[in-house]
């Protein structure tokens, strides 16, 4: 049996979002999957009864704090200890679920992915990636997207590492091909850090790690052409997604709708995961709609059937 915890309290339209968003997903999820929703029972049972939902596929852990957007990461996790997010983390640590989800407080979410997960033991720097459409309706794993804004080299290139066995366990890609984003092909092109990036991936490449192709410019980004993996800093990475995210809206105003734009759709996504730590952590959109807490579920539950998690730490073992 497999438990996705969500935490029903989080984000911007919690809890209504959060629990219609675990009715869709009850729909989808496998038959040995379930549902555990952590926040106020009272409020989450008068929703369900709203939606006409009596699946016994949700579970209900009642807690009485909510970690407020505004407030300190660290010290709320700490001090609300009855709180949506803590009390989450908690359960995953007594693997009581087998991932946790949320669109609450992003700096909270990380606090226990870093404390309570924690990193796999040689990861450097855990890291947060995105999916984003590619021409040939493929995905494009990007990471990091915003949790990392200075990374040096050799986080970069365990970034390669992670990025790879993501894009293989998750989305079934053979052999990805993992890229450097840079600003030409060659490779002494971009500033020190690339280059000095790129000398490190390039040797993790030849020794077999990862399918190390070379840099790859911005104007490839999406074509599928050269990469499924691109590999970048935080600074850069949400500067992308945020790019994506503006031109979807630009889109959609404009009344342009194909595959490829739809796909850039952040509801569809549903969420980021955290690579790099000892269990399944997805960090949802603050302001995810029902549609986006459904796929963030889903997503979650993919990762968890992947075993990511195992076959990360089983290559670290073996680095």
Known sequence: MLRIGLDAMGGDFAPEAAVKGAVMAVEAI?????IVMFGDEQRIREILAQEGCTSDKIDIVNTTEVIEMGDHPANAFRQKSDSSITVGFGYLAKGLIDGFASAGSTGAMMVGSMFVAKPVEGVIRPTISSVVPNAKGSPIVLLDVGLNVDCKPEVLAQYGLIGSLFAESVYGIENPRVALLNIGEEETKGNAQAVAA???????????????????EGSHIFSGKIADVIVCDGFVGNTILKMVEGLYQINMRMGVENPFWLAMNYEKVGGTPVLGVNFPVTIGHGKSTPLAIRNMILSTERTVKSRFTERLQKAFKAE
């Open 30 to 34: 496998g038959d040995e999957s379930r």
């Open 198 to 216: 790129h000398e490190l991936m390039k040797a993790e490449g030849e020794k077999g790690s990862y399918n190390f192709v070379g840099n790859v």
